[in-house]
């Protein structure tokens, strides 16, 4: 890998624009200790001590570009609610910008909220509902969407799809459609309901088991061939320009279908594995926007996905840190 290549690449981050295109997620953390059962129930009872709020979803995905050090709009819908403004407060907090949010009566802002004593997780409460937007709020989003693009001029698009029914099959075609005639690249993070809805992407970066589910492939292996051959199925019922495989501890894998690299990944030291196929999909975003090839493409992305990997909890990288840390395993000959 180029070293100094790489390296301007990253820098150019912070001369770009992305629209961040999902579903948007207010993430709570309830903090507490656990000393007793309850007399009602044979259940424990937390004494909540702290509560927090993150951003969760795109809105995380729109935090980890923002942090690259590119400019980032989120596009989505959310509710006229409490937690639909603790979000928006959030994003501002953030520095994120809100002119991509629609805000109906209609359908909850999407909470998650953790019950969590000491480092763990009791009880995970979802407030949420998965419908697919009616034609209404869609149309709504899309017409959005569309003065966004051609107002923000966007080097790149990312849709980011949590399955909670923001992203429909009508607003991925017309997505696509404008981000072609605009020449814009396109990058996915899907999930399964809406799999095979985004022929025409730039790239495509299911990790492995949604690319087992998606193919329904349940003994898909990691080696070249195999995932040459998953390629090709997911490539004939959606024709794409790329995939990118994320893999665990088996690294990543990137094909146009013609030229392949598998990157390995950097042995480290394992936290919490949260979030980071968010970091992952931002940095590649940035990479294939700011002109790095397929390969360094796979590299950067690669990177950035295990570095926030050693420390607990959701976090994003920033452009300083992967820059050294690019810096740091070059040296290394990785």
Known sequence: MNESRIKSAIKAFSKLKVLVIGDVILDAYYKGKVERVSPEAPVPVLDIQSKEYRLGGAANVALNVKDLGAQCIVCSVIGKDEAGERLKDLMQTEQLSLQGLEETSDRPTTVKTRLVSGFSQ???????????????????????????????????????????????????????????????????????RNFFAYAGVSLFKPNLKELREGLNLPQLKTDRKSLIDAFKQLNERMPIDAAMFTLSEHGVFITDGDKSDHIPAVKRMIADVSGAGDTVIATATCALASGLDQAEIAYLSNLAGGWVCQFPGVVSIKQDDLLAETSKVLSNGH
């Open 122 to 192: 009791l009880l995970r409460m979802d407030e949420e509902v998965t419908r697919s937007l009616d034609e209404q709020e869609a149309k709504a989003l899309i017409t959005r969407i569309a003065a966004l693009i051609e107002r923000a001029s966007p080097d790149a698009i990312i849709f980011e799809d949590y399955d909670k029914g923001c992203i429909t099959p009508e607003l991925i075609a017309e997505v696509i459609k404008q981000a072609k005639q605009a020449g814009i690249p396109v990058t996915v993070d899907p999930k399964r």
